[in-house]
């Protein structure tokens, strides 16, 4: 059975960079043809792809958060991180760690896997 986990700080002071944490059980994130992606949900509107590695370790962005997102991968962990640099209230959102064949889409269906997300709250 495959898990997904998402860990990190709750609360985010504002021009900060968040950084997220999904340890991924069950698989490994170096299994050929899969991505692992990011994705967020603002308190209330819909969800958005932020970013993802693949298997081979190559990254893809939202072109809207490209300046400011990197993801990278601790392959003897099984673990593959969010950074989101200088960030604002409106990156308050739920973050979730996704897996599958896919990648690029904001629509949960397209994933095999999903972590049960994380609050991230940007406040002074």
């Known amino acids: 059975q495959v898990q997904l986990q998402e860990s990190g700080p709750g609360l985010v002071t504002p021009s900060q960079t968040l950084s997220l944490t999904c340890t991924v059980s069950?698989?490994?994130?170096?299994?050929?043809?899969?991505?692992w992606s990011w994705i967020r949900q603002p308190p209330g509107k819909g969800l958005e792809w932020m970013g993802a590695?693949?298997?081979?370790?190559?990254?893809d962005y939202s072109p809207s958060l490209r300046s400011r997102t990197s993801v990278s991968r601790d392959t003897p962990k099984n673990q593959f991180t969010l950074q989101l640099k200088s960030v604002t209230p409106e990156d308050t959102a739920v973050y979730y760690c996704?897996?599958?064949?896919?990648?690029?889409?904001?629509?949960?269906?397209?994933?095999?896997?999903w972590g049960q997300g994380t609050q991230v709250t940007v406040s002074s």
């Open positions: 996704a897996g599958g064949e896919s990648y690029g889409s904001s629509d949960m269906s397209e994933y095999e896997y």
């Open positions: 069950g698989a490994s994130i170096t299994t050929n043809s899969y991505f």
């Open positions: 590695i693949a298997y081979s370790g190559r990254t």
